[in-house]
């Protein structure tokens, strides 16, 4: 497990990088397809299959080839002779690692809980996590759902008023 | 723990160099698909930790956001290129022409 974790962790981190390193946008759309198979590959480490099964259905399936599709459409070689960076890199790199200094100081100073709730590896094996991500999207979360359906709706209209030719 | 937490904002501090330094609309767009992905593995990494379910109901309810939100915004990228020619984000500077 250590050592998967190490490859995963690996693997993303120099796909992220190379994501927005490349000058072409069609290698940086692959680095982050290989991006999320280290993502699912994190899930099923933790426990849950099912979210690995969706990162890779929904990310690297759906959005990468609408992503993709976008990229073909727009014409790449007129694209391509202009800069890829912005002046204010420095700034950039700045911010971020304001930002990851931030982050790495709450992780190690918060306060750290013990597990509150009864879904341990065993239970969560034995009764099997498509079942129990199932049980509670269909009972507790059953508004947020419909509200995510609603949302859906409203994105294809979005998308195709947005696509049209003239407003 | 602790070591997919600190994997995650690795990932959270690329997205957002990412989002900052580059031109490209589609890449940055890219970008915050990374954000989106670092955020998810800290839900799923601190529910498998505090043994509760509720993270990984929100990480689905990401994705549906996440897919809405990719299908939005590749619309957007499209009626810009028809309007200027380029997806350069810096000739974004005016709200109609």
Redesign the interface.
């Known amino acids: 497990m250590e050592a998967l974790?190490y490859i995963f962790?690996f693997i993303?981190?120099f796909s992220?990088?190379m994501?927005?390193t490349m000058r072409n946008?069609m290698t940086?759309?692959l680095y982050?397809i290989l991006?999320?198979f280290a993502?699912a590959g994190?899930?099923v480490i933790?426990?849950?299959q099912f979210?690995a099964a969706?990162?890779i259905l929904?990310?690297a399936g759906?959005?990468m080839v609408?992503?993709v599709l976008?990229?073909m459409?727009?014409n790449i070689s007129?694209?391509k002779d202009?800069?890829?960076?912005?002046h204010?890199?420095i700034?950039?790199?700045l911010?971020?690692?304001i930002?990851?200094i931030e982050?790495?100081f709450y992780?190690?100073h918060g306060a750290q809980?013990k597990?509150?709730?009864?879904?341990?590896h065993a239970l969560i094996k034995k009764i099997g996590?498509t079942q129990?991500?199932g049980e509670?999207?269909f009972t507790e979360?059953v508004l947020?759902f419909e509200i995510?359906s609603i949302?859906?709706f409203?994105?294809?209209i979005?998308?195709?008023?947005?696509?049209k030719k003239k407003f | 723990m602790?070591?997919?937490?600190?994997?995650a904002?690795?990932?959270?501090?690329?997205?957002?160099?990412?989002v900052?330094?580059?031109?490209?609309l589609?890449?940055v767009?890219?970008?915050l698909?990374?954000m989106f992905?670092s955020a998810?593995?800290g839900f799923?990494?601190v529910?498998?930790?505090?043994?509760?379910?509720?993270g990984?109901?929100f990480?689905?309810?990401v994705?549906?956001?996440?897919?809405?939100?990719?299908?939005?915004a590749?619309?957007?990228?499209?009626?810009f290129?028809r309007e200027k020619?380029?997806?350069?984000i810096?000739k974004a500077n005016e709200l109609k022409n």
């Open positions: 974790f962790s993303a981190i992220a990088l994501v927005i946008p940086s759309a982050l991006c999320f993502f994190f899930y933790l426990d849950m979210l969706m990162q929904v990310y759906a959005i609408l992503i976008v990229i459409l727009l007129k694209i202009m800069k890829p960076y912005l204010q890199k700034i950039g790199v911010i971020s690692l930002l990851f982050i790495i992780i190690f809980k597990p509150i709730g009864i879904f341990t996590n129990v991500i509670f999207l979360y947020p995510a949302l859906l409203v994105a294809i979005g998308a195709y008023l947005f696509a | 602790n070591s997919y937490l600190i994997v904002s690795i990932i959270f501090s690329i997205g957002t160099l990412g900052i330094i580059r031109k490209n589609i890449v767009f890219m970008s698909e990374l992905n998810n593995l799923v990494a529910s498998n930790h505090l043994h509760l379910i509720s990984d109901i990480v689905i309810f994705i549906v956001v996440a897919a809405a939100e990719a299908a939005i590749l619309g957007i990228a499209i009626t290129y020619g380029t997806i350069d810096d």
